[in-house]
């Protein structure tokens, strides 16, 4: 299958759960994320804010902010680029690019160690993704480097495939998490 195809296939699969399947998926998902020992010891984290039919993080995004113990920082686009500026509540979030949620705070993120969770509409057994085709995550990275920083994808277990197109400048994840499995 194409990037293209697999986008629209994932995206159709995504907008047909139903209500009620969503929320348990995505509850498994939070138990599952913060089970993890890595992101239990992690001081930063590095979370993208969700939007429409994505895995919910909005609900992560509560609890560490209410609980005050990590630093956490989300993405703001600028253009074709993208930086991380932290936030200490949701009233730190405002509609930006696309309509998704973005920080108005102006303390960027130097990202050199956490947990980054990495959207994306498929995954692969290989931890390759496939994003929404504007390569912001990939530049990023790229441009950054982010060694030390642990980068999850986050779905549903239907969207990790056996195996998908990747390219040179397409940046895999170190492990992907779903409502069934993970993938280190």
């Known amino acids: 299958m194409t990037k293209e195809a697999v986008r629209k296939s994932m995206r159709f699969f995504r907008r047909n759960m139903a209500e009620n399947e969503r929320k348990e998926k995505d509850a498994l998902i939070h138990s599952k994320l ?20 994505e895995v919910d993080t909005i609900a992560v995004l509560e609890g560490l902010l209410a609980d005050g113990r990590k630093r956490v920082a989300v993405p703001r686009v600028h253009g074709k680029e993208m930086d991380f500026y932290f936030i200490r509540s949701l ?5 930006g690019c696309m309509g998704i949620l973005e920080p108005v705070t102006q303390e960027r993120a130097v990202i050199t160690e956490g947990i980054m969770l990495i959207p994306g509409l498929a995954f692969d057994e290989g ?20 060694e030390r920083v642990i980068k999850i994808g986050i779905a549903y277990d239907f969207q990790v495939l056996e195996r998908l197109e990747a390219k040179s400048y397409d940046k895999k994840v170190d492990m992907i998490l779903t409502d069934r499995r993970i993938i280190e």
């Not at 009233?91 to 509609?95: G, M, P, R, V």
């Not at 931890?127 to 982010?146: M, P, S, T």
């Open 127 to 146: 931890k390759n993704r496939i994003g929404y085709g504007g390569g912001y995550y990939d530049r990023y990275l790229e441009k950054h480097g982010c």
């Open 34 to 53: 913060s089970e993890l020992v890595v992101f239990r010891d992690a001081s930063y984290f590095f979370p993208f804010v969700s939007y429409g039919t």
């Open 91 to 95: 009233t730190d979030l405002k509609k």
